[in-house]
């Protein structure tokens, strides 16, 4: 296999986008070709998940390249729930790692604003399980609301550890230009004063409003490439290390044990294992707090620390910026947004930006491994990657 | 007729998995891929469950309570909670009911009531 480097990075804001998907796809490429002075590419992989019932467009590739104006080069779009961003990263990897391609530009991009929240969620509910799941009302907030309750129940996680996600998350977004959501809380508003639960209502209990993140429009870009290609673009060479994917039961019911996440375990090991790395290498992690308890089990999960000891961590400072593993420095998925579809490539934007030393006031001082973990359905789809700054 | 919900018993292995897949989760036997069909138990104990605050538009309330019951005989389901206050443990008896309409079909699913 050939080594794979990021040429080139774009990000629109992850916030309500008042222009078309293809223009919310095609921004964050001419952004990423601009900095890397890169052309034309060989390959475009576009993820997204909704754009069919959301906006009423399929063969979404297609119109971003000749949007582009990149034809003939060949595209598709990448559809794996909110764990499509990585999964087009992954193609696009194996695309220059195999030698078919030299260049691939990998984009995600999601318009789910153009329909009210409610057909929003429902449009994320149809990845739930047809037949056990979907019919009974259950969306992705009530999933998270009742792994969160067994969750909490077993390992002491209480509700102020979930606030604490969020107001280290909105704190981090104040520093990112492109966060949806820029609007600092505390502890006391969310959850001590006599307004909390106006500010703060219940939506899936024990899960509030806070502990789940917005549904935002946005799209993100990485140009991947190989190792001669990258070094002319000047910038500071990141590599694509490591590439691990997982499943797990469709059915969350159906898990042996409820309150592991297997898939994301199997797929950090993976990625991990490919980088040669471990998970105490990492500097610094972009993880799918879509919900913030997933943040706190995902950190234990792909091993950044022990089953059960992912909250303490947290309460300790040890993920905040400024402490020993920050995680989420772009706010995540909570403050920055989750654009389903492009979550997964804005990750990864973010630790590039992070390996480079381009962050700006939320920098993570001489981070040089970097780590995502894009987590679809809920856990049965996860792609973890892991990046190394080279020089 | 009193209604149910079926799990599907390998005719190898006689491994009972709920829901349906083509092939046997435990035995993997892809010869002959049959199975008997055999009705869910409607007792058990909650083991999770949330109060969704805001249901999908097909719900015409404005909290949907869910959960995810372990049967009497093993296998777990997801379903509605007919009970105001549940609790983790608490045993719980279930009937088959209309659990969503929409503007052309009704879809029959567990609702569980205390036991």
């Not at chain 1, 969310?190 to 409003?209: E, F, G, H, Q, W």
Request: charged share 20%.
């Amino acid at each position: 296999m050939r080594e794979v480097y990021v040429a080139g990075i774009g990000i629109t804001s992850f916030t309500r986008l008042e222009y078309p998907l293809v223009e919310i796809a095609a921004y964050p490429g001419l952004m990423a070709m601009k900095e890397s002075r890169i052309k034309s590419i060989d390959q475009l992989y576009v993820a997204n998940m909704g754009a069919s019932r959301a906006n009423r467009q399929t063969g979404l590739a297609s119109a971003v390249i000749d949007h582009m104006s990149l034809t003939p080069a060949g595209a598709e779009t990448i559809e794996n729930g909110p764990a499509s961003g990585a999964s087009a990263i992954k193609q696009g990897f194996l695309g220059v790692a195999s030698g078919m391609y030299d260049t691939v530009m990998v984009i995600g991009a999601e318009r789910m604003r153009e329909v009210n929240n409610l057909e929003a969620t429902d449009i994320v509910a149809s990845l739930t399980h047809p037949l056990v799941e979907y019919i009974y009302g259950v969306t992705l907030p009530s999933l998270a609301g009742m792994f969160a309750r067994l969750y909490m129940d077993k390992y002491g996680v209480t509700s102020r550890h979930l606030g604490m996600v969020a107001v280290k998350n909105h704190k981090h977004a104040m520093d990112n230009f492109y966060a949806h959501l820029h609007e600092e809380i505390t502890l006391e508003g969310i959850l001590d004063s006599k307004d909390a639960l106006t500010n703060n209502p219940m939506v899936a209990d024990p899960l509030r409003y806070y502990d789940c993140c917005p549904v935002s429009d946005g799209g993100a870009c990485l140009i991947l490439t190989t190792a001669d290609i990258a070094k002319k673009t000047g910038k500071p060479m990141v590599r694509l290390a490591g590439v691990g994917q997982a499943t797990d039961t469709h059915a969350v019911q159906d898990r042996k044990n409820p309150t592991d996440l297997l898939a994301v375990r199997e797929a950090a090991k993976k990625s991990f294992a490919m980088a040669a790395l471990k998970p105490k290498d990492v500097h610094v992690a972009e993880l799918h707090d879509a919900f913030t308890i997933l943040e706190i089990v995902e950190s234990e999960e792909v091993g950044f620390f022990e089953k059960g000891q992912g909250h303490i961590a947290l309460q300790e400072g040890y993920t905040k910026l400024g402490g020993k593993l920050p995680i989420n420095p772009s706010g995540g998925l909570k403050a920055k947004g989750h654009p389903v579809g492009a979550t997964g490539v804005g990750q990864a934007q973010e630790i590039v930006l992070q390996l480079r030393g381009e962050a700006g006031k939320r920098q993570v001082k001489n981070a040089k491994v970097g780590f995502t973990c894009n987590f679809g359905g809920f856990g049965n789809n996860v792609v973890c990657l892991t990046f190394v700054r080279e020089n | 007729m009193e209604k149910n919900i079926y799990a599907y018993k390998c005719k190898r292995c006689g491994h009972v998995q709920y829901p349906y897949r083509t092939i046997c989760r435990n035995c993997h036997d892809n010869d002959h891929n049959e199975f008997d069909i055999v009705p869910l138990s409607k007792k058990g104990k909650i083991v999770t469950f949330t109060h969704l605050y805001n249901p999908p538009s097909d719900f015409e309330t404005v909290c949907l309570t869910l959960g995810i019951v372990e049967l009497d005989d093993g296998n777990r389901v997801t379903c509605q909670l007919n009970i105001p206050k549940p609790k983790m443990g608490m045993k719980v008896a279930g009937k088959v009911e209309v659990v969503r309409k929409d503007e052309y079909n009704k879809y029959y699913g567990f609702v569980f009531y205390e036991a």
